[in-house]
């Protein structure tokens, strides 16, 4: 393909990005291996974080835990804020603030 020549200096990314906008309509197919090629993972990396951290919040002393609970608690200690930077008066404040649900 002598289309593509002088492409090879850039990064895999930005060659797809470039294949897809600029010569898609002339090679369709090359454009969607492309949009294909830049959305496979590379590795599996996150998914393993995700089973490990998965592993230490749903342990054998808290196996009833559900999926929506275990998602979130995944979400808090994965996205959450450190515990230095954590306003506790201001979750107790909500928390107490919360209609009691148990009777």
């Known amino acids: 393909m002598t289309a593509l020549r002088g492409y090879g200096g850039l990064h895999f990314l930005t060659a797809c990005e470039v294949l897809v906008r600029d010569l898609g309509n002339i090679y369709p197919e090359w454009a969607t291996l492309a949009k294909i090629a830049c959305v496979i993972p590379v590795s599996s990396v996150p998914a393993e974080r995700g089973f490990s951290l998965q592993n230490r919040i749903k342990t054998a002393q808290r196996s009833r835990l559900g999926e929506n609970k275990v998602t979130r608690l995944m979400r808090i200690d994965s996205c959450g804020e450190t ?13 107490t603030g919360l209609t009691k649900r148990r009777k």
Do not use: M, N
Request: no cysteine.
């Open 83 to 95: 515990l230095g930077t954590f306003d506790f008066k201001s979750a107790a404040t909500h928390f």
